[in-house]
C-alpha cells in the first residue's frame, strides 16, 4: 500500500514551452500533496503544499505564476511548470500525505510518501 | 526555527563493517524524527521514523537509529554495511506548530558510500 506515482518520469522540453508532471496516490487518498525539487546532490526544498479542493501554499521565494499547481481529486496533484527555462531543469518529487489509518498502512498515520521524481530538462 | 543537520556530506565504509549516518536537529515541542533513502534518479525511500517510545527504532533493510533527546541527535545505524546501501540518505524532522499541515524538513543529504 501507499504507492505514489509520478507522470512522466523523464520530460525534455524546448525553452518556452510548459510542461505538466502529475502525481497520483494510487491506493489512497491524500488531502494533502506536497512538491519538492532537488539540485544534483543536494538536498530536497519544498515549493508547495497542495490542499484538495483549495489554493495551493508556496513556500518563500517560489514564483506561484510559474509554477502551477492543481489538487483536484484527493488522488491527483498536477505542478504545471510554465514558459520553462533551462534554470527551471531539476529533478521534481512529489510526496502525499497519509491521513488516518489505511487498510495496509495501518501504522502510517501522517505521513509522507514519495513519488518517483520527474527530471525535467529544459533545452 | 525548526531545522535538521547532517554534519557529513559522505560517509565512506567498508562492506560488513558498521556505519554511522548522523543526524542532528533543532524543534520545538516532541520530534518526529524520519530517515529517508534515495537511490540516484529516484524518489525517497522510508527507512524508519521516530515518534513516541522506544529510542532505538527499527527499520527496513537492517537499518536502525537511536533517538537521544539529551544530545537532540537520530543517527543512523547498521551493524554490517552492504556495498548496495550505497545511495544518499536524509533525516527529516516534521514541522510543529498551530498550522501543522504535514510539512517535513529535510536535512542536506549525506552520500554513504561503501566499499568491498
Known amino acids: 500500500g501507499a504507492v505514489v506515482s509520478q507522470h512522466p518520469s523523464r520530460v525534455i522540453c524546448k525553452s518556452g514551452t510548459s510542461v505538466k508532471i502529475e502525481c497520483r496516490s494510487l491506493d489512497f487518498q491524500a488531502t494533502t500533496m506536497f512538491w519538492y525539487r532537488q539540485f544534483p546532490k543536494k538536498s530536497l526544498m519544498l515549493m508547495a503544499t497542495?490542499?484538495?479542493?483549495?489554493?495551493?501554499?508556496?513556500e518563500q521565494g517560489v514564483e506561484k505564476d510559474k509554477f502551477l499547481i492543481n489538487h483536484a481529486s484527493l488522488t491527483l496533484s498536477t505542478l504545471t511548470v510554465t514558459s520553462a527555462h533551462p534554470e527551471d531543469s531539476s529533478f521534481y518529487i512529489c510526496?502525499?500525505?497519509?491521513?488516518?489509518?489505511?487498510?495496509?498502512?495501518?501504522?502510517?498515520?501522517?505521513?509522507?510518501?514519495f513519488g518517483p521524481g520527474t527530471r525535467l530538462t529544459v533545452l | 526555527a525548526q531545522s535538521v543537520a547532517q554534519p557529513e556530506d559522505q560517509v565512506n565504509v567498508a562492506e560488513g563493517n558498521p556505519l554511522t549516518v548522523k543526524c542532528t536537529y533543532s524543534v520545538s515541542g516532541n520530534p518526529y524524527l524520519f530517515w529517508y533513502v534515495q537511490y540516484p534518479n529516484r524518489g525517497l525511500q522510508f527507512l524508519l521514523k521516530y515518534i513516541t517510545g522506544d529510542n532505538l527504532v527499527k527499520g527496513s533493510y537492517g537499518f536502525e537509529a537511536e533517538f537521544n533527546k539529551s544530545q537532540t541527535s537520530f543517527h543512523l545505524k547498521k551493524p554490517s554495511a552492504l556495498v548496495s546501501d550505497s545511495a544518499l540518505y536524509f533525516c527529516a524532522v516534521r514541522v510543529h506548530g498551530s498550522s501543522n499541515t504535514g510539512k517535513l524538513i529535510f536535512g542536506q543529504g549525506t552520500t554513504l558510500q561503501v566499499k568491498p
Open positions: 510526496s502525499a500525505r497519509v491521513v488516518g489509518r489505511t487498510s495496509g498502512i495501518s501504522s502510517s498515520y501522517n505521513e509522507q510518501f
Open positions: 497542495s490542499n484538495e479542493g483549495s489554493k495551493a501554499t508556496y
